[in-house]
């Protein structure tokens, strides 16, 4: 993966690389505070091998970080900043790492007890100032890297459940980004402002796709969020990759701030973006497409929509990346033709390894097919392909369900509920065994209002028979709807 950088150093040395709230570093300056982050590493005791747990901050120590630990060939695992101490703890005994850096004085107290510890101050410290930097012999190990050494850990957020993390060898992440890239096209003029914590692998991929095409990535943290579009303006934003929140928050600032930007394309991974905030996009960026990408850490990006090619194909999230496959199979694991919905499967060297120390979990997820012996990801996600191959995501295997002999989804019914007026968003809890589906909306309307209008929208066997109204519906840190809250919310209604 440090391979990323050394090509951008190569090609365009003097170009901005990464921003943050204090400065720029050029590819050159970059390549700089990761060596110096590398030699650090090795003196604080991090071999080869070994696991460095870093707390995700937006800043470009981090970055050095990154390619520093990549460098000295051990294996790197962001955590998000909002991550709790019992999920944390979990991180900690699961992946046994060498070296933990934080930025909380308590925090790095009790972790302390059982794992070395450092400060994000002391990387930044490490790191700078820039400049030249002799090269002393032995300063770091010489490289012994496979390219199927686990670079990365990415740690899933654990809603439900302690977080498990998928095991990212160098292959197939760089196969992945170079596969990303072809479709996405990053420029090198581009400015890719990341929003998005770096922990979650859609922000964290910002950082190798901008190194891939060698333009500039802007990392903003939520602190910021009031002047989140004045940021995008004065940075000089062309590329803003996005989850429905922050779409949503864009758009509310645009409406008070119409200035124009320079954004160019808005992308979307990790949740589906609803198709009014989709063509709100359009209108209020004047020149912006929308590319829509569907994905999961398991294997990076699955499939990937041609800019604005929703308007051609509604509701498709695209079709599968070069040198990959994208089948939809029945319960028996047998093909399904177009336009027949079952479980959505992904072939190619994109596939990462497995779930860390869960050969059970990985097993069941990633499995050979005795026909050809391929390896294939089982996703959990329902949907359908067209005559043409693009990919129709229903939702997940707990998403799509029958009610009065009827098959539905929650998208379908959100994306309805979402028409209504005075409705800002929407999810829905399936039924389960002791209750029916419920419709939770955040906007100005009331229950009756919105399960009649659901009404003349879809089939009544689809309409929920229940509706709550809230202020805002709860987020994860990485800004999707938490519906393992939501379903905590409804148990104690009822």
């Known amino acids: 993966m440090h391979g990323l950088l050394d090509r951008a150093v190569a090609s365009r040395p003097t170009a901005p690389a990464v921003r943050d709230g204090k400065g720029c570093w050029t590819y050159e300056d970059l390549a700089s505070a990761a060596r110096s982050a590398a030699a650090w590493l090795l003196a604080c005791g991090v071999e080869p091998g070994d ?15 990154l390619y520093g630990c990549l460098r000295l060939g051990a294996t790197f695992v962001p955590v998000n900043t909002a991550m709790r101490r019992y999920q944390l703890t979990h991180v900690l005994q699961d992946a046994e790492p060498a070296l933990f850096i934080g930025g909380d004085p308590e925090e790095r107290e009790w972790v302390g007890e059982t794992v070395p510890v450092r400060s994000t101050d002391e990387v930044r410290a490490a790191v700078e100032p820039l400049g030249p930097r002799p090269e002393t012999p032995g300063e ?24 498990k993390a998928v095991a990212c060898p160098h292959a197939a992440v760089v196969f992945a980004v170079r596969a990303v890239a072809d479709r996405v096209r990053y420029r090198p003029e581009d400015v890719v402002f990341c929003r998005l914590p770096l922990s979650f ?28 579009l004045a940021d995008v303006r004065e940075t000089g934003a062309t590329v803003v990759p996005i989850v429905p929140s922050l779409g949503a928050m864009l758009l509310t600032l645009a409406r008070r701030d119409p200035a124009p930007t320079r954004v160019r394309l808005f992308t979307n991974t990790g949740e589906h973006l609803p198709l009014r905030t989709v063509q709100q996009l359009r ?11 569907f994905g999961t850490t398991e294997c990076k990006r699955i499939t990937i929509m041609e800019p604005d090619g929703d308007l051609h194909r509604p509701a498709s999230v695209g079709r599968a990346l070069a040198g990959t496959s994208v089948r939809v199979v029945d319960e028996r694991g047998r093909p399904l033709p177009p336009g027949a919905t079952g479980e959505i499967t992904v072939r190619g060297p994109h596939l990462m390894a497995g779930y860390w120390r869960s050969p059970e ?14 390896r294939v990801l089982h996703t959990g996600d329902f949907g ?6 693009y990919l129709y995501f229903s939702g997940r295997r707990d998403q799509v369900f029958k009610r009065r002999g009827t098959r539905t989804s929650v ?4 994306e309805a509920a979402r028409s209504l007026p005075g409705v800002r968003d ?5 039924p389960s065994g002791h209750r029916d589906a419920v419709l939770y909306l955040a906007g100005d309307t009331t229950p009756r209002q919105a399960l009649a209008g659901l009404g003349q929208l879809l089939d009544p066997a689809k309409v929920p028979a229940l509706c709550r109204i809230v202020e805002a519906l709860p987020l994860t840190p990485n800004g999707k709807v938490s519906r393992p809250l939501l379903e905590e919310w409804e148990s104690v209604r009822t």
């Open 51 to 65: 696991r460095v747990v870093v707390r995700a901050v937006p800043q470009r120590s981090f970055v050095a970080l």
């Open 140 to 163: 770091l190990p010489t490289s012994t890297h496979s390219s199927d050494d686990v670079a990365l850990l990415l740690y899933t957020s654990g809603s439900t459940a302690q977080p």
């Open 201 to 228: 692998d859609y922000g964290l991929y910002q950082l190798l796709l901008g190194a891939e095409a060698g333009c500039e990535v802007v990392l903003a943290d939520a602190t910021g969020d009031m002047r989140l």
């Open 283 to 293: 209108d209020r960026f004047p020149g912006a497409s929308v590319q829509l990408m």
């Open 361 to 374: 979990l990985t097993a069941r997820t990633y499995r050979v097919d005795p026909d050809d012996a391929e």
């Open 384 to 389: 359908h392909l067209d005559a043409d191959g």
């Open 411 to 414: 998208l379908e019914i959100e």
């Open 426 to 430: 929407a999810a829905v809890l399936p």
